[in-house]
Structures are given as structure tokens and as C-alpha cells.
């Protein structure tokens, strides 16, 4: 059977099957190489082992400082100066690690020190 | 800019090594592990004497030797016998820090397991060890016959011979020397076996210096220095054999001091060594037992070590009853060092006496008795108090026995602090003084570098005007001959003894844009706000202060004189103003010298009427007095330069300004006999030349003039050149001195010497 379609018709046959197909798109590669190749598992945690991350580094650097000030607000804030053996019934006992402080012309114990600087305060 | 990165490079370089460094810590943060790894130093004292007692009572006799050995001796010789928490001397006062090496055992505790160490274990160096230290923990029980008795069977252990039995022989040689006992020290010496020590540089040094001692008792003075000299020869070889410097091996520093003070003896016909006893005792008549006591030679008193080998051979313990004694002491200067706990410092005081030289002389026997004195508690103000008025009102505990008291003040600002004098002579136990009084004292100014006057630090240049700072304050008491008697400065390591901590707030004024300027450490624009300020207002005596103030600071920190003039004439300015003594003061030590009389009499004088005191009175210092004597000798007041310079020697224990004294004597009677007699009375101390410098000197001058072909016009020669000294006409006198090939060699010796004086 010889072609009794003029190449002008083709032409519009296939603009026309274009416009009718245009909704429809294919999303299947993926599924489809799946199943035409199906992936190993160690092939998945190579894949997962090289991945890659692109980050720009000025949020990041942001976010990092924002942590980091964090960190140090709490390290600050939670980090008693005064030592934690001290038992404060016993601090005229020296304890292993007591430091002396030099200051107004006496000599004290830090710790000691410290303390009645406070009381003085309150 | 991005980054790109892999999640493999993540886990590798970041999640894994985090992982391993915080497990480790928490691993090291366990109680059970960093108690075994840092040897609980975590632990209180009390824990660790509990946990060290309760080990002790389950271990078998052989476990307990080596608990002993590792907890009770210690490892490594970190272990110095006597060694004390603090120090207190005339030059020195330091503490041994923290309490790192006390032990938490008690002494008798101690001294129980130590016997049944030196008992029971195998003779070695941990058993030498033990034995120094229990001889130690007796001694500072005040139990010197026990600790004799434990020196004695901890020798018998050993075998002879040993280098162990030899080194503990030294030990008990000394002792016996020191408690005078001079015939058992020859006999424990002479069975020593020097062959055992020869490694040991120390212990050989330690056993000649013994011997020398030994013969200088025995009035062997000459074989002494023999000894010495041999053992030093010895010394300098083997160090340069083996290519290190003599001077830093040990034992050659004690070597040598003992050999000159030896030499120096035979050159003043000393032959007979002398006694040194004393108590150590509270001023409530409680004596103080177990604590050191140390006789530190002259020469010796500037080296800080607290070294037991390196203070020299004269050390001990003071008894139960607060007893010590010194026997064979070689002839010298000394003075005493106290070596004490903190339990036994604290709240205490020892007041060193204002003439701290203790002269051993011609055998004799000296008495020293010493007495801690309780610290004066202050009153107010304190504990932070801030004041607003325009009248401070200083008080205190008053102290018994005293006469008058100093005030000092200080301040604090980041990195340190300084004192100052704030009022001599206040005769009551209190002091009202205005803020404008304290405004007006100066402190000594701190900076950071020489040559940058940007590093002044701005605090210790407005003293007492900045509101901000935190001031402090401290008292002396001192009775009727000038002796310090006690003072409120001092260790406070108890709740009891803390008392007021004597900090203050002085918030009467507010601060001028001139004075944030210098707060901003800009002293440069600082300095310009001032001159303003000054030019704005001339009555305005804060501007006016601080610019002399930095301007003096200015001109010691860069090192010049640049602007002397305009400082010296704004000074004037300032002392019309608002008078004060120590502007006073510092102008007449100008016009000294630049050698301007006039002008240095009127400030010496405005200084002593506004400082309230006639000049005979405790008005002037010691140094102070030293430069009107001679200011008055270089106006040809020589009658009355002689009573100024005999008060300073009075003053002074070091007899700084002898040698100008010494002139002046010469210059006005004309006989080297007179003033050979002054430089006997007052030998000149802590000088580069030793103590009997000018009697030397004037001895050897006296041969040099019998040796002169002409003794008229060797006499004549003598006084023109010290009328040059007198005069002040250095500038003939300094060129005349360093004249070499001249017949007088000693008397350009002694005007060189002159010269140096100051």
C-alpha cells in the first residue's frame, strides 16, 4: 500500500498526535531502569557513601558561629568556678588543690576570697 | 563561595574522630579512671587519708611496705625535707603556692609507718629517703631527741660502707655541730667513708663544708680554707673535664661563700666561731614548735631559693618550747629567716627588726628571741564600702605597745597593684582625712614597655581620683624606738582570720572628659585635654595634677628629660596651689640634683613643715636624711652634715651613704684614724664590695701614706681632693681619679669610690 498522505498531511497528523500527547510526559526511567537493572545493595551504599553535598559556606558559617557562641554561652553559664569538692563546713582544711590569691596586702585562699567578695555584694 | 564535599569525607574527617575524642573523655571523666590515672587528685585530703588508712588495714605485711613506699614516702624525690609552706625574712617574704605536697596523713600517723618502713624494708634510697623525712616530721613536732634517736637506727640499717649511711652521717654531723656538740660531730665525721660519696657533687660538697666547719671550731682556720680551696679546685676541674660550667654544678655556690667568709675572717683577725640561740614564740608567750629556722649569711640573703642546701649550712627546728640554737657559726653578718606552716602563719605576723643584722664576732654568744604578732584587724572602711562624703574616716584595732602607726593605700586596677605611704606618725588608732588629701598622693605609675607611653596604665595614673577603682588600705603599728611592732598585711586563711577585707570605694567625684580620655589609654590626647584644661582654668588643680603626673610618667617611660622644665615649673604651680609633701619632696630631690642649694632648701624645708615634724624627728627616711646631710656638706655645713649623717646611720641598717660621712669626717678633722673608727661602726651592708670595704680601704690607705715619701704633702694632696668630693666639684675630682700611673694608687681607689656613693 503506497502512501496516499501527502507529506503536508503527515506534517499535520504529527502536530496534531503532539498536541494531544503534550499532557502526558513520561516519569518512569527511573522505575523502569530498576527493573531492567536492578541495583545492588552495595551499589546503594556506594551511592549513599558519595554523596554530595553543595552547601554555600555563608549561611553555614552563620549557622556554625550561632552554635559555637551557644556552646560557650553554656559552657559559661554552667561551669561553677568554685571547686566541687569544697565542702563548706570543712574549708579550713586545705583540700589538695586550693590556690593562694594575693591581694590588698593579705594572702587568702582563693575560694575563700571569692566567697566573702560575694557576701559583700548581696 | 560554595562547597561541595562527599558524605564519606563527613564521616572520615569529622563523625569519626569526634567520636573517638568523646569517648576518651568520657571514658577519663569516670571517677574509678581518673582517680587511677591523676591519683585522686580529685579527692579531698580527708577522703584520701580514709581510703589510704582502709588500704593499709587489708594489705599483708609485705603489701604494706610498698603502700608505704608509694603513698607515704613518695616517688621520684619529689620529696624535699625540709621545706615550709612560707618564708618571712627582711628581703622576703614568699610561699611555697598551693598546698600540692601536703600529705594527708597526720604527722604522728606519718611518723608510725615511716618506723615500720625503716624497720622492715630492704635497705636503698627510698629507705634514706624515709629516714630524712622522719627526722623531718619530728623535728616539726618540736621532738629533736626522737628525731636523733630515729637518725641513729635508721643509719643501723644501712651497711658501712655505703653512700646512704654516709649521706645520713652528714645529717647528723650538722645536727650535732648545730646544737653545739662540736667532739660527737667530730666522731660521727670521722667514720664517714668519703670513697662512698664520689658520684655525688652535692653530698661531697655537703661533707667539705662539714670538714671546714669542723676545723674552723676547732681554731684551725688556715687547714679550713685548705680544705675549701682543694675541694673547689677539685670541683672546677671535674666540670671542665666535662665541659659544663663550674658555677652551675651543685654544691660549689656554698663552696665558695663559706671560703670567703672564711678568707674574710683571718683578714679581721677572727679565729673563734660563734652562737646563735633563741625562742620563737606568739606575743601571748605561747611558743611556736617545729618551725624553721634559718641564719643566712650576708652574701647570701638576695638568692630567693628556698633550697635548704642553698641557704647555706645554718638551719634548724625550733623545740617544743619554741627554742633554737646555732652553734659554730663562722664570724659575719647575718641575718634570720623563718620558715613556717600555714597553720602556724596564718593570721600571724613577724615584724623583722629595723636593725636586722646579727653580728657574729670574736666567739660570742648571741641572744635572739622572736615573736609572732597577731595581724591588726581593720575596722572601716572595708568589705567594699563606698564613700561619698568628702571625709574618710580610717580605724582600727588598736595594738599594744604602740607609739604611732603608718597608713598605707593602695589600688587595684587589672593587672596588679601598688602601695603607697598615705600618713606617717598618725599617734590613735584612727585617721580622718579629706578625699583632697588622698586626691593629692601619688603612686608609683605602671606601664607596660619603655618607650611607649601608650602602655601607661591610666589607673595608676589617677590614684585615688578614679571612682572606679577599687582602693585598699593597710596599717603598721610601730613602738616608741621606731620598731615595727605588727601589721594588718599578712596571710588570713581562715574564716577567723580574715576578718574586714580592707577594700574601699571612693566615689566623691565624677570623672572628667580629660580623665575618660586617659581612661581610654590615650594618654597622648589625654595629656592635651589637660593642658587645655589648664589653660581654660589655672586654678583648676585636678587638670593641673594630672598633667604633672603624666608628664613625669611620660618622661620615665621614654627615657628623656624632654620637657623637664615645663614639668619642674607646672610642679611650683601645682605645690602653690594645694600643697602636699610629697610634691614637696620630689621638687627638693630635683634642686639636689641639679645641685641648685637655694632652691633645694626652700622645698626641703616646705617639705618637712608640711609633712609636721621637726627635722631631728622620724620626718625624714633614712635616705631622704642621707641627701640633706650631704646637700648641707656641699654648702660647707659640715658641723651640722655630721649630725644628719649620724642620724641616718642610726636610721639606716645598710650604712648606704658611710662612704660620704666618711669624707666629711676626714675633710673637717684631718686624721684617717677617725674615719677608719666610723667605717668600723658602720660597716656598709648588701654593697657589690662586702661589708668591711671601707675599713680596708682606709686601712690600706693608712700603709699607703706611711709608704709615701712625703706624708705632708701626701696629707695635703688628700684633703684638696676631698674638698673636691665635699664641694661637689666632681667634674675636676672624676678625671683625676681615673688618672692611671700615679703614686696614690689607694687614694684614687678610695675617691672613685667616693664618687660611687648614692
Not at chain 2, 577 to 601: E, G, H, K, V
Amino acid at each position: 500500500m503506497t502512501s496516499d498522505h501527502s507529506p503536508n498531511e503527515q506534517q499535520q497528523i504529527r502536530k496534531q498526535l503532539e498536541q494531544e500527547l503534550q499532557s502526558i510526559q513520561f516519569k518512569g526511567h527511573d522505575h523502569v531502569l530498576h527493573q531492567t537493572h536492578p541495583e545492588s545493595l552495595r551499589s546503594r551504599i556506594h551511592a549513599l557513601w558519595n554523596y554530595e553535598f553543595d552547601i554555600s559556606l555563608r549561611p553555614a558559617g552563620i549557622a556554625g558561629a550561632l552554635t559555637a557562641t551557644t556552646f560557650a554561652a553554656f559552657l559559661i553559664l554552667f561551669n561553677d568556678p568554685s571547686p566541687s569538692v569544697q565542702d563548706p563546713a570543712s574549708s579550713s582544711s586545705p583540700s589538695s588543690q586550693r590556690q593562694l590569691i594575693q591581694i590588698g596586702g593579705n594572702t587568702y585562699w582563693q575560694d575563700q576570697y571569692e566567697q566573702a567578695v560575694k557576701q559583700d555584694e548581696s | 563561595m560554595r562547597v561541595k564535599f562527599k558524605v564519606k569525607h563527613i564521616v572520615l574527617y569529622v563523625l569519626l574522630p569526634l567520636l573517638l575524642i568523646s569517648s576518651t573523655v568520657y571514658i577519663l571523666m569516670m571517677p574509678q579512671v581518673s582517680a587511677w590515672l591523676y591519683g585522686r587528685a580529685n579527692q579531698s585530703l580527708a577522703e584520701q587519708r580514709t581510703e589510704l588508712l582502709e588500704d593499709l588495714a587489708k594489705a599483708s605485711a609485705p603489701e604494706r611496705i610498698n603502700i608505704i613506699r608509694q603513698k607515704v614516702i613518695g616517688s621520684g624525690g619529689s620529696y624535699t625535707p625540709f621545706s615550709f609552706d612560707v618564708y618571712i625574712g627582711s628581703n622576703s617574704s614568699q610561699s611555697g603556692g598551693d598546698s600540692d605536697s601536703a600529705s594527708p596523713l597526720q604527722p604522728a600517723e606519718q611518723i608510725d609507718l615511716l618506723n615500720e618502713y625503716i624497720a622492715q624494708s630492704t635497705p636503698g634510697y627510698e629507705l634514706e629517703d624515709a629516714s630524712q623525712q622522719l627526722v623531718f616530721l619530728y623535728d616539726s613536732l618540736g621532738q629533736q631527741q626522737q628525731a636523733d634517736q630515729a637518725l641513729q637506727q635508721a643509719m643501723a640499717r644501712f651497711p658501712t660502707p655505703s653512700e646512704q649511711r654516709s649521706q645520713l652521717a652528714i645529717l647528723q654531723a650538722g645536727r650535732l655541730l648545730n646544737e653545739g656538740n662540736a667532739e660527737e660531730a667530730k666522731e660521727v665525721y670521722q667514720k664517714i667513708h668519703p670513697e662512698t660519696l664520689s658520684q655525688n657533687t652535692d653530698l661531697n660538697a655537703a661533707y667539705t663544708l662539714l670538714h671546714a666547719r669542723l676545723l674552723y671550731t676547732d681554731h684551725q682556720a688556715d687547714q679550713a680554707l685548705a680544705v675549701l680551696t682543694d675541694a673547689i679546685k677539685e670541683l672546677k676541674e671535674n666540670s671542665y673535664s666535662s665541659g659544663s660550667d663550674p658555677a652551675s654544678s651543685m654544691g660549689y655556690t656554698p663552696l665558695t661563700r663559706m671560703q670567703q667568709s672564711i678568707q674574710t675572717a683571718i683578714r679581721m683577725d677572727e679565729y673563734t666561731a660563734g652562737t646563735i640561740q633563741g625562742t620563737l614564740k606568739r606575743s601571748d608567750g605561747t611558743p611556736v614548735a617545729g618551725a624553721g629556722v634559718f641564719l643566712i649569711a650576708e652574701g647570701d640573703l638576695n638568692s630567693y631559693s628556698s633550697n635548704v642546701f642553698d641557704s647555706g649550712p645554718y638551719h634548724t627546728m625550733t623545740d617544743a618550747k619554741g627554742r633554737y640554737a646555732f652553734h659554730a657559726v663562722m664570724p659575719g653578718f647575718y641575718q634570720l629567716r623563718l620558715g613556717l606552716s600555714f597553720q602556724q602563719v596564718d593570721g600571724w605576723t613577724w615584724q623583722v627588726p629595723a636593725d636586722p643584722w646579727i653580728h657574729v664576732t670574736k666567739g660570742k654568744q648571741l641572744q635572739q628571741n622572736t615573736v609572732l604578732q597577731p595581724l591588726i584587724q581593720l575596722k572601716q572602711p572595708v568589705n567594699d564600702q563606698i564613700i561619698t562624703d568628702n571625709q574618710i574616716v580610717f580605724s582600727w584595732q588598736p595594738v599594744k605597745g604602740a607609739a604611732y602607726y603608718n597608713l598605707e593605700g593602695g589600688i587595684q586596677y587589672p593587672n596588679g597593684s601598688t602601695r603607697s605611704v598615705v600618713k606617717e606618725n598618725i599617734r590613735t588608732p584612727s585617721l580622718t582625712i579629706t578625699a583632697e588629701e588622698l586626691y593629692r598622693m601619688s603612686m608609683g605609675f605602671s606601664y607596660g614597655s619603655s618607650g611607649d607611653f601608650d602602655s601607661v596604665v591610666p589607673e595608676s595614673m589617677l590614684s585615688f581620683m578614679n571612682p572606679n577603682g577599687r582602693l585598699s588600705w593597710n596599717v603598721i603599728a610601730y613602738d616608741s624606738n621606731g620598731q615595727q611592732i605588727s601589721q594588718s598585711s599578712g596571710y588570713r586563711l581562715t574564716r577567723e582570720s580574715m576578718g574586714n577585707l580592707p577594700f574601699f570605694y571612693l566615689k566623691n567625684r565624677t570623672l572628667t572628659p580629660a580623665d575618660r580620655i586617659l581612661l581610654d589609654k590615650k594618654p597622648e590626647e589625654a595629656l592635651a585635654a589637660y593642658r587645655q584644661d589648664v589653660a581654660a582654668n589655672p586654678q583648676d588643680t585636678h587638670a593641673l595634677r594630672m598633667l604633672t603626673r603624666l608628664l613625669s610618667a611620660k618622661q620615665s617611660i621614654m627615657e628623656n628629660t624632654e620637657g623637664e622644665a615645663e614639668y619642674i615649673k607646672l610642679m611650683q604651680r601645682l605645690l602653690a596651689l594645694s600643697p602636699s609633701s610629697q610634691d614637696a619632696s620630689t621638687l627638693a630631690d630635683y634642686y639636689y640634683r641639679q645641685q641648685d642649694w637655694t632652691a633645694y632648701n626652700k622645698y626641703h624645708a616646705l617639705y618637712l613643715a608640711l609633712n609636721d615634724g621637726s627635722e631631728n624627728e622620724i620626718a625624714l627616711s633614712s635616705y631622704d636624711r642621707s641627701t640633706y646631710a650631704v646637700a648641707l656638706m656641699r654648702q660647707n655645713k659640715l658641723q651640722q652634715a655630721v649630725q644628719q649623717f649620724r642620724l641616718a646611720m642610726q636610721q639606716d641598717p645598710d650604712h648606704r651613704f658611710v662612704g660620704s660621712y666618711i669624707a666629711n669626717r676626714l675633710y673637717m678633722d684631718r686624721t684617717l684614724e677617725s674615719a677608719l673608727a666610723l667605717a668600723e661602726q658602720y660597716p656598709q651592708h648588701e654593697s657589690e664590695q662586702g661589708v668591711y670595704f671601707w675599713t680596708n680601704l682606709l686601712r690600706d690607705m693608712q700603709a699607703e701614706r706611711k709608704q709615701y715619701s712625703n706624708t705632708a704633702q701626701y696629707d695635703q694632696e688628700l684633703q684638696q681632693k676631698l674638698g673636691w668630693y665635699v664641694q661637689g666639684h666632681e667634674d675636676r675630682l672624676k678625671p683625676w681619679a681615673s688618672q692611671s700611673s700615679k703614686d696614690t694608687p689607694i687614694m684614687q681607689k678610695f675617691m672613685k669610690a667616693l664618687l660611687e656613693v648614692r
